[in-house]
């Protein structure tokens, strides 16, 4: 397991999905406002065929609806919005073709779209659909007998038209880009140990509760490792506050080294560290255990004009072996932590 400068997939896949939840109730406000929009222009004298577009924004207002309907798309999240841009697109060139075709006032509402896709779905699918737009555009002004579509002055408008798109959803895709990264940045720091990188008390329970939940509900297994670091305090009096903190890093990374991607590290505050172990019974948590313990007591810690070794109490507990409940897990994991020090009486600090 490498050391995380960003949240652990799963958690940030599960954030980034309740952004896109929340963003697709926002698109019901602009499905509103664009049927609003459409239909005041429309109520206002304008040219065309009313009935039809009757037809057409009542056809779009049932599928957007229906887009909505949790049993039809429980967690398909991007596609839901990929469908509802391109429904978006749909009734547009429809409002389009009935209000002048090219020559439309209402050809910038192709911008709504772009917009959405671009600030939810990611620059390829954007150009994707801009590039269906463009078509589109071409469509509805080759059905215009009044607009020669090979002559220069055409081409020199789609430009005008055309252009400004694609400015707009490479914008709009590169602020989205930006933003996104700065929030994970955010995210990792409220979510991590500044000392260690490791996970923080805060952002552990957070997972632990989630992984606690899962394994009820789907009968998996996992196990627990409380981790304490061995005689801190007398490091931290011969050999000064830096030290201690070296110690406190190399005990990380130590765990790091030793478990696997789809576990979580923690650190609880001083010199106690947990673990959350997914899908290990009793034995493998006692080898994981093992690894770190023989990790922190190879690696030597420089201190200036010595070398010193650390070593570290583990305790270990296995849902649902040990217990179901969350709490009891990591008190009884405390208790044989707590008995693995005193078992063990670990030495002071040694020179390498």
């Known amino acids: 397991m490498e050391q995380r400068s960003a949240p652990p997939k799963g958690l940030d896949a599960e954030i980034r999905q309740n952004e896109l939840q929340r963003f697709v109730r926002s698109v019901a406000v602009i499905d509103s406002l664009l049927l609003a929009v459409v239909g005041l222009y429309f ?5 065309g065929r009313p009935v039809a577009v009757l037809v057409a924004m009542a056809g779009y207002a049932v599928l957007a609806v229906a887009l909505r309907v949790r049993r039809l798309f429980p967690r398909q999240t991007r596609w839901k919005l990929a469908a509802e841009t391109a429904l978006m697109v749909a009734f547009i060139t429809a409002a389009l073709y009935f209000s002048g075709r090219d020559q439309s006032p209402l050809l910038n509402l192709y911008l709504l779209p772009i917009i959405v896709c671009a600030l939810t779905l990611g620059r390829l699918v954007t150009l994707l659909e801009v590039a269906l737009i463009a078509a589109l555009y ?3 002004a080759a059905g215009n007998p009044a607009v020669n579509v090979f002559s220069t002055a055409f081409a020199a408008r789609s430009l005008g038209v055309l252009v400004p798109y694609l400015l707009v959803a490479w914008l709009t895709t590169t602020l989205a880009y930006d933003v996104y990264a700065a929030r994970n940045r955010i995210e990792n720091l409220a979510q991590t140990d500044t000392l260690t990188a490791l ?9 632990y509760r989630r992984e606690h939940a899962a394994a009820e509900r789907q009968g998996r297994i996992f196990a627990l490792l409380l981790i304490d670091l061995d005689a801190l305090k007398l490091i931290n009096d011969s050999h000064g506050h830096e030290a201690g903190n070296n110690a406190i890093v190399l005990v990380a990374n130590a765990i790091l080294r030793s ?3 789809t576990d979580f590290a923690a650190r609880l505050g ?3 560290f947990v673990v959350l172990l997914t899908g290990a019974d009793p034995d493998s ?10 990790s922190v007591s190879s690696t030597s810690l420089d201190v200036g004009t010595r070398m010193i070794r650390c070593s570290v109490s583990i305790g270990s507990a296995s849902y649902p072996k040990d217990s179901r409940d969350m709490k009891e ?9 707590d008995r693995d020090k005193a078992l ?8 390498a």
């Open 329 to 337: 897990l990591l008190s009884l994991a405390d208790r044989r932590m």
């Open 285 to 294: 948590a006692q080898a994981v255990a093992n690894r770190i313990r023989n």
């Open 270 to 272: 001083g010199d106690e």
């Open 43 to 47: 109520a206002l004298g304008a040219a």
């Open 344 to 351: 063990r009486k670990p030495p002071e600090p040694a020179r």
């Open 138 to 140: 071409m469509l509805l």
């Open 199 to 207: 996970f923080n008390l805060r952002t552990f329970n957070e997972i």
């Open 259 to 261: 478990v696997r991607t």
